[in-house]
């Protein structure tokens, strides 16, 4: 029985029932009984196993086929009316020609399925700030995940009225045949299909789909931003909370940043750091002209491998209730879980994420896939935000960007102005690892962390930062950032201890923004007086003299760094923003 009567959302339904052929329509309304007979469906066809429930109450490990283990750049396009228009970043098919190939592909795939049908919210039901989205599914892992990283349920539909403004998503798991495997986004259309893929990253819609893609393009053409940032909270002694947005490339820390344990020092006095989201803000000019941001998602969707009580405790404390696990080991004699990096005791009775037995003292094989994921609810983090669900939002002080850079960048350094603000962003770049390409120290450019994730053209998104701050008074305006936790050594040592320490750096920056300290003009913008960053307790690896050290703008890689801006730049052409151009000139300037 259809949970609304909003002719739009009935008439889609319809429409794509002729498509898929559906044995049965299912609508979810998040109640408990409901929940509770999907996971014993999955489990009796084993697309899910039931846990130890005294370890781990409410979860559940899924394995996704193995051709089927990440997100797929290359098979995944906006759809925009031209290809200027989805920009040199973005893979681009034509939208009738995307619609014709995934209906050929789609056509009848749910025959001998169930249709469920996902209203949600990204965002608070009822926020100003949220948009409301419907995915069609035929995997109940998928409706799952959802009932986690979305708010789901009728009072979205009470919330949506008779409105169309609504994002459709249509997932097909088909034959999960990667050679016909696409994630087509059509931003004017306000929709989303995927086919072929059930790993999580191509299919829960309402993530990096629509909350980023989809929502960017929103945010362009209705005046707010849509961004692939986390946001938290430094509360100190007095019991005044700074929130902070930022964006960084994989692998450079960013969950372990959103859930950040103070230092003991730091501790000790009364600092605390108050997670509101790990990976995605949605960003809107308040009543009072600041910007405020909320976390559209309801969940973590986090990278197992790794994790653990050192390297994130919070994020490992998520995961204990509620939680689904994709791909990791199977420990068989606790019914249990374990991945690399969690601990020094690897299951010895045990089923890898293939589905093969494994042995962890014996096996030369790794247990968990390198992408293995968890999907926990939000608040089973120790540190989330009490301002959590607050529809509002949370005042904005001061926007980051970081990247992985050996010698390059300083420690910290602030941007003169917003717009200089947003050529930071629009330059960010990380370093390569070993471990990502087999080549150390290529240079990969990735503005504001949305490269994969930009919705539209790269060059109007810029465009649109700076329009947003031209409506900001500079007063209200938060101040923009760039930080490097990965300075290294002429040993290849890493400078900076990283981890909690880097609230010392978040101190810096909030003092900045409150007008407490004084900083250092130089070419590349306002860098700290080394005096100015607290490094009490940790004299023993770092001192006053190596900290200058990686407070310094060495001007001859930037002007190496300058020429491979000024080339990244050149792929926008005409359509880059008059005031980049100007920046990177004024950069230019400064370094001779």
């Known amino acids: 029985m259809a949970l609304t ?52 109450p409410d979860c559940y490990l899924h394995r996704t086929a193995v ?34 190939l995934l209906y050929g592909i789609a056509k009848g795939s749910y025959k001998g399925r169930t249709m469920y049908v996902i209203p949600y919210s990204m965002g608070p039901v009822g926020s100003p700030f949220s948009k409301v989205g419907i995915e069609l599914t035929d995997s109940i892992y998928v409706v799952l995940n959802m009932l986690i990283m979305t708010r789901v349920g009728k009072d979205v539909l009470d919330f949506l009225g008779d409105s169309d403004d609504w994002v459709r998503c ?157 791909n990791v080991v199977h420990d068989l004699d606790s019914n249990t879980v374990w991945w690399e990096g969690l601990d020094d005791n690897p299951p010895v009775n045990a089923v890898d994420w293939k589905g093969n037995p494994w042995n962890g003292k014996e096996s030369n094989e790794k247990g968990a896939n390198p992408n293995s994921r968890f999907t926990s609810p939000a608040v089973n983090c120790p540190c989330i935000s009490s301002e959590f669900e607050n529809p509002q939002g949370v005042p904005i002080t001061a926007f980051i960007f970081g990247g992985r850079r050996a010698k390059l960048a300083p420690l910290v350094y602030e941007s003169r102005d917003w717009n200089h603000g947003v050529f930071v ?26 490269l994969p994730f930009c919705g539209y053209n790269m060059a109007d998104y810029w465009q649109h930062w700076i329009d947003i701050g031209a409506g900001l008074d500079p007063e209200k305006a938060p101040k923009v950032f760039n930080v490097n936790w990965f300075r290294k050594d002429d040993d290849g040592n890493f400078c900076w201890p990283g981890f909690g320490d880097n609230l010392r750096v978040l101190d810096w920056i909030i003092s900045r923004c409150s007008g407490d ?31 200058r ?32 151009s100007s920046e990177l000139e004024k950069l230019n300037k400064n370094l001779e």
């Open 517 to 547: 300290v004084e900083a250092v003009e130089t070419p590349i913008g306002y860098l700290p007086y080394a005096e100015d960053i607290n490094i009490e307790g940790i004299e023993d690896e770092i001192n006053i003299e190596s900290l």
């Open 425 to 450: 962003g629009a330059v960010m770049a990380s370093e390569t690892t070993a471990a990502a390409s087999g080549a150390v120290g290529i240079v990969r450019r990735d503005p504001m962390a949305m």
């Open 170 to 326: 249509l997932h097909c798991k088909c034959d999960i045949d990667e050679e016909k495997r696409y994630i087509c986004h059509f931003p004017q259309d306000n929709a989303i299909i995927s086919v072929n893929s059930g790993y999580g990253g191509n299919v829960l819609l309402g993530k990096k789909c629509f909350a980023l893609r989809i929502a960017s393009y929103q945010g362009h053409k209705e005046g707010w931003q849509a961004e692939h940032m986390l946001i938290l909270g430094v509360e100190n002694p007095q019991g005044e909370i700074h929130y902070i947005c930022g964006a960084f490339p994989s692998a450079c820390g960013k969950t372990n940043l959103a859930m950040l344990i103070p230092p003991e020092g730091y501790y000790k006095k009364g600092y605390r750091v108050w997670c509101v989201g790990d990976d995605i803000a949605w960003i809107r000019k308040g009543a009072d002209g600041r910007l405020y941001a909320i976390n559209p998602e309801n969940g973590f969707f986090g990278v197992a491998p790794g994790t653990n009580e050192k390297s994130n405790y919070n994020a490992l404390a998520s995961t204990k209730q509620g939680t689904i696990f994709t």
């Open 549 to 580: 050290s990686i407070l310094d703008v060495d001007k001859q890689l930037w002007r190496e760094e300058a020429a491979g801006i000024s080339e990244f730049f050149e792929g926008f052409s005409d359509r880059l923003p008059k005031a980049l």
């Open 67 to 100: 051709n089927d283990v990440a997100r797929v750049e290359h098979r995944t396009f906006i759809c925009a009316p031209t290809k200027d228009d989805a920009g040199p970043t973005n893979n681009w098919m034509d939208p009738d020609e995307a619609y014709k």
């Open 5 to 56: 009567t909003n002719k739009s959302v009935l008439d889609w339904i319809e429409d794509q029932k002729k498509l898929v052929t559906p044995d049965r329509v299912v609508w979810i309304d998040d109640s408990d009984e409901q929940r509770e007979s999907l996971r014993a469906e999955a489990c009796s066809t084993g697309e899910m196993t039931k846990l130890n429930q005294d370890l781990l």
